[in-house]
Every structure is written in C-alpha cells, then in structure tokens.
C-alpha cells in the first residue's frame, strides 16, 4: 500500500479512437503504470463505452478486470425510455450490484443529449435512491477540449438531485475556474475529479474554502501520465489527513453502495529518492530544483490565480525544492509588458538570489520601443527575453522576432519563446546567433531533434503530462538538453515535477533535467551564480 492509498477515478481501457503505435491501452499497461506512480486501485471505463457505445464496452469492462482485483468497473450510461439501448434502470442497478460496478459515467455531448428534467430525470430516480456516484464529462473523445462544461445545466442537475453525489470531470479546466467556485457553493453534492484541474496551488484552494472530502483524484490515463496529479496531490500544502480523503478515501466511500471489495497491495519499493519524493510528498534537503518557466503578477483575466503574492510563492518553491527561477509576467500575455516587466524588476530586487528576470516583450510595439524596453530591462538586472507572440496575434517569424534573438546574442542573454513554429525556422534562428541561450516555452518534440545538433538549444519539459513523455523527449533530446520547466502561477509546480520523478530514466538523467542543466547555463552563459 501506498502513504495515501491511492484509488484513481477515472482510467479507459481498450483501445481508443486516437491510440497510436506503441501506445498503451491493456490493463497490463494500466497496472504498470499504477505500480511505478504508486497507485493501489483504480476505477476503470472501457474504451467502447466512453466513445462508442455504453453496451458493448460495459459488457466487455466486466470481462476485463476479471481476476484483476485492483481495477474496478465503472459503466455509462444513456437516458432511458424512448430507446431500448440498455436496460430501464431498476435492471441496471441489479447488474451493477451483481458485478461490483462502482459508478456510472455520463457523457452528454458524446452521446448527443442534455441533463435536463425531461430527458433524464426518469433514470435517475432509482439511481439517486440508490447512492451511485455518477461523473459527468462534457467532452466529445474526438475532440478532447479545455472548458468543456455547461455549468448552468450541471449545477440545475445537481439542485435536483441534493442527495446524490455528482462528481465533474473532464479533459482540462483551465479558464473557469470561478464559475467551478460558484457551483461549488451553489451544489453541496457536487464533486470535482483533479485530473483536468491543472491550476497553481487549486487544490490548497479547494482544500481551505470546500473541504477536501469535494475532490477526488484521478489521473484520466492513458491520456495523461498518473504522476501528474498524484505527486499533486502528495505534495500539496494540506493536512496528510485531508490527503488521504483526496488520494481515495473519497471515492472508496462513493463505491461502498455496491460492495465493492478494496484490496491491500505491496507496491514496489521506489527506484530512487526522486520517485519516493513524487509518491510520499517528503522531500530530502538536498533534494533542489531549477526551474526555466515561472510566472509572476498573480491575475489574469482567465482565471483566479490563488496564493500569489511573490512572499507566497517563494515559500511554495522552498517547500517543494526549487531554488531558482527563470521569470517573466503574466502581462505580457495578457495586456501591458511594461507593467508586468516592472512587476518582475520588483521580485529581483527583493530576492535576488531566487529569480532570474526575462524581459516580456510585444513585437506589435515596434523595432525602437522594443530595444528601449530591452535596455530598460538590462538596467534593473534582466538576464532573458520572454516572447509570445502566438497570444498576442503576432507572425512568429517576422523580423522584429529575429531583433530579441540578435539582442540575446550580443547581450549573452536567453530568450525563451512560447512557440519557435517550424523547425527550420528555429534552426536558422540557431544558425545565425550562436551566442544567444535558445529555450522552447514548452515541450515541443518537433525542435527537440535541434538540440542534438546546437549547442544552444535546450528543451523546457513543460508539459510531458502523455504517458513516457519524458522519455521520449530524453530519447530525442539527451538528457543534457533537456530543461525542467513548471509554469507556476499557471500550473502546479510539482504537476510538471511529477512526470520526471517518476521517469523510467537514470538518477543521473533526472538530475539534469531537474538542476544541472540550467545551472550550466546560469554559470557559464548568463553568470548568474
């Protein structure tokens, strides 16, 4: 067993409309997985019954996890009455029961219908009688979208039903959080599966004002790496009590209504201290981080960015290891640079042994505004560009693009950009201004090639959320190319640790990945230490 016995929600099994070549899909894969993260159980839909048809694969679920006593069945379910697609739902429930199926599962856009009184509220009488858990996903499989739910519908749903537990989940929710903030005080049975929930410090925030007996976690594989939201969970800021509710106790308890049987497992021992860090929360002294991807301003007009005053944040990055960032503002995605630009001068004068201040720049200004903006930055200490022109509706191969990269090469900066665009375009940027420090915002395999080839070019790791992203970009980077990045204030700083702590690589590889990497450039590029 696990530190916080993990049951994750929500995993598919069975092979999917987009799986690829070589990816996985058995149970075999699940429980590999499981073992590796830590996980003890897991709650598990099959493939047919997410994306084709609820009959086939709950049938076949059933099949599946026989012999498998850490993996539960979970069914979907359609509304009942004008079509004979399943079973009335008095029959449905017997099955359930019959098979320790621990939840049901709907998907209204999947299946083209609505959760309105008159199309639904005739099945779902017996089955609020009967306290399933019933998770609802506003994702179409084929087109797997951020923001997917219809709150004024779910949140009517769970006003009508106040005894039965609702639980959301989907892909991503990223832009709505306060409208999740509003359900959640409107729906006292309303839960949310962290899978989707990728926001800096969401669930210290869900934890302090609705309690964590709201949140279940769950990792939506094999869409997602399990390590994302576990080591999440494992290393927020909240009681070990208020953990172990959020790692399975919650959901063990939905389950309970159909006997479901849970199982003790001894999970193997973990590779090195990286991983026993993701699993367990507790962190070795030694054990520090830098970071190439931080944000600072703490608002956006998005979303409600929690505990981000920058006191706030470097005690989040003390707690969970990371040394040193390399930032840049959130106004420079959002509106005026300048103000975001001074916002970061700030933070370098008040702990400047903690940041490294990249410079936000908006092309839309102009050749002799931009050069102004930079030296204005060279003045207060800046070391880096941030650029992000895919945000601000800016061709990213125009000339002014070329003028930050031959300022970062005269000036012996770096200059991180959110998306470089097409390799050659890259290639040639690399070509041309060898002296500057090159950093892909995110984990783009298609420029990872380049960095064999550049000396450089390094890799920011944000996100490898994919199971074996980390590898994969190891095997097409090189570990000595490869820079761990988190995103904080956007995302959780130990989402983006988790999938590297507990990569099937070496202690040696993580270790540049996690430090030694940037630290080479900070000494010899930057002469920031």
């Not at 739902?89 to 359930?96: G, H």
């Not at 779910?154 to 409208?179: G, H, Q, S």
């Not at 979303?303 to 990371?322: K, L, W």
């Not at 930032?327 to 300048?338: I, M, P, Y």
Request: proline share 6%; glycine share 8%; hydrophobic share 40%.
């Amino acid at each position: 067993m696990s530190k916080f016995d993990f049951f994750d929600a929500v995993c598919m099994l069975g092979r999917g409309l987009k799986s690829g070549a070589g990816e996985p899909y058995r149970s075999d894969d699940l429980l590999e997985s499981m073992d590796r993260v830590g996980i003890t159980e897991a709650l598990v839909l099959d493939s047919l019954s997410r994306q084709y048809h609820p009959a086939p694969g709950n049938k076949r679920i059933i099949e599946t996890v026989s012999g498998r006593p850490r993996l539960h069945p979970a069914w979907t379910a359609l509304p009942h009455g004008a079509t004979d697609e399943h079973h009335p739902p008095e029959e449905m429930l017997r099955r359930m029961k019959k098979h320790r199926v621990g939840a049901l599962f709907f998907f209204p856009v999947q299946y083209g219908f609505r959760l309105c009184d008159w199309a639904v509220d005739a099945f779902f009488e017996p089955v609020a009688d009967g306290n399933v858990p019933v998770f609802v996903n506003y994702n179409d499989s084929r087109c797997m979208a951020a923001d997917a739910c219809r709150w004024e519908e779910l949140v009517d749903f769970c006003r009508r039903w106040p005894a039965m537990p609702v639980i959301l989940t989907e892909y991503r929710l990223r832009l709505k959080n306060r409208m999740l903030y509003r359900a959640l005080d409107a729906c006292e049975n309303l839960h949310l599966e962290l899978s989707g929930y990728w926001l800096y410090r969401g669930i210290e925030y869900l934890t302090q004002h609705w309690g964590a007996g709201r949140l279940i976690f769950g990792s939506n594989w094999p869409h997602l790496d399990p390590s994302c939201t576990a080591a999440t969970v494992a290393m927020a800021e909240i009681d070990e009590a208020d953990k172990r509710l959020i790692a399975g106790g919650n959901l063990r308890r939905l389950i309970n209504w159909c006997g479901a049987k849970h199982v003790e497992t001894q999970l193997p021992r973990p590779p090195d201290d990286f991983s026993a860090f993701a699993r367990t929360g507790e962190r070795p002294r030694d054990m520090t981080f830098l970071d190439c991807h931080g944000h600072l301003g703490g608002h956006s007009p998005n979303y409600h960015i929690p505990d981000s005053t920058i006191e706030s944040t470097v005690a989040d990055m003390d707690r969970v290891g990371v040394r040193k960032a390399f930032v840049f503002s959130f106004s420079v995605v959002h509106g005026d640079e300048r103000f975001g630009n001074d916002q970061v001068a700030d933070a370098l004068r008040e702990y400047p042994d903690r940041f490294t201040g990249f410079a936000g720049i908006n092309p839309h200004r102009g050749r002799d505004d931009i050069l102004a903006e930079l030296r204005r930055c060279r003045d207060m200490g800046f070391r880096g560009i941030k650029l992000i022109p895919q945000y601000q509706d800016f061709p990213s191969e125009d000339p002014l693009i070329d003028l930050c990269c031959e300022w970062a090469h005269e000036n012996r900066w770096a200059v991180l950009n959110h998306g470089w665009g097409e390799p050659r375009h890259l290639e040639r940027l690399l070509e041309r201004f060898p002296g500057a420090v090159f950093i892909t915002g995110h984990a783009d395999f298609r420029c990872a090639p380049l960095a064999r080839q550049y000396h450089n070019l390094w890799i920011c790791t944000c996100p490898v959320h994919r199971p074996r992203d980390c590898e994969k970009l190891v095997e097409a980077a090189g570990a000595g190319r490869v820079m761990f990045g988190s995103d904080f204030q956007d995302l959780p700083i130990s989402w983006g640790l988790g999938p590297i702590l507990q990569a099937k690589l070496s202690t040696a590889e993580k270790r540049l990945i996690l430090h030694e990497n940037m630290q080479e450039i900070l000494t010899r590029h930057l002469s920031a230490f």
